[in-house]
């Protein structure tokens, strides 16, 4: 059973850069499409990011500026990077595992709330 | 506002069937087989109960199924129990550069 965990600070300032990490327990990090994915307090869940394990990412056009997901197999981890935060970024950010086909989630982690506040 | 567009709130009674529906695009619900459905309960993360469009993942329930028609998608549980109430979002592929779209969420209320 894979399991996925978020670390990172919990509270952030304006205009600073968010950073979390995700850390993957079982080592198949090295065979599949990891993501971040955010959901305001509330509401949705908003896509932010994918990164393969060979170092491809894409990302979602609307945070695309701001977003860098990069990943590390040798520790079994993957990061997050949002620069230029505002309120409006306060979300549980959860990262979560693609399926081999990267068209849906099979495993997510617990998830993380980040606030944005000075 | 969410690309996919579902009801807020959909309710039945124990024993009874919901369907909760996904409106997209000809861009992703419509193109493309790859919707998928989760099920999230209050403080916990989400977990997968249907994938490309119609299947469901070893262990779900097979009272939940999943269909699509055209551009709609639809998430259909049927025998409700008070277990399934909570919140459902559906995801659709939205090819190589929307890349994956959610939907704004439908929560279930078992009556």
């Known amino acids: 059973q894979v399991q996925l965990q978020e670390s990172g600070p919990g509270l952030v300032k304006p205009s600073e850069t968010l950073s979390l990490t995700c850390t993957v327990s079982?080592?198949?990090?090295?065979?599949?499409?990891w993501t971040w994915i955010r959901q305001p307090p509330g509401k949705g869940l908003e896509w932010i990011g994918y990164?393969?394990?060979?170092?491809?990412?894409n990302y979602n056009p609307s945070l695309k500026s701001r977003v860098t997901i990069s990943i590390n197999t040798s520790k079994n981890q993957f990061s997050l990077r949002l620069t230029s935060v505002t309120a409006a970024d306060t979300a549980v950010y959860y990262c979560a595992r693609l399926n081999n086909g990267g068209d849906y989630v099979d495993y997510w982690g617990q998830g993380t709330l980040v606030s944005v506040s000075a | 506002q969410s690309a996919l567009t579902q009801p807020a709130s959909v309710s039945g009674s124990p024993g009874q069937s919901i369907t909760i529906s996904c409106i997209g695009t000809?861009?992703?619900?419509?193109?493309?087989?790859?919707v998928s459905w989760y099920q999230q309960h209050p403080g916990k993360a989400p977990e997968l109960v249907v994938f490309e469009v119609n299947k469901r993942p070893s262990g779900v329930s097979n009272r939940f199924s999943g269909s699509k028609s055209g551009n709609t998608a639809s998430l259909t549980i049927s025998g409700l129990q008070a277990t399934d109430e909570a919140d459902y979002f559906c995801c659709s592929y939205g090819g190589s550069r929307t890349y994956v779209v959610f939907g704004g969420g439908t929560t279930l209320t078992v009556l």
């Open positions: 000809s861009s992703d619900v419509g193109s493309y087989d790859l």
């Open positions: 990164v393969y394990y060979s170092g491809t990412t």
């Open positions: 079982d080592g198949s990090i090295s065979r599949y499409y």
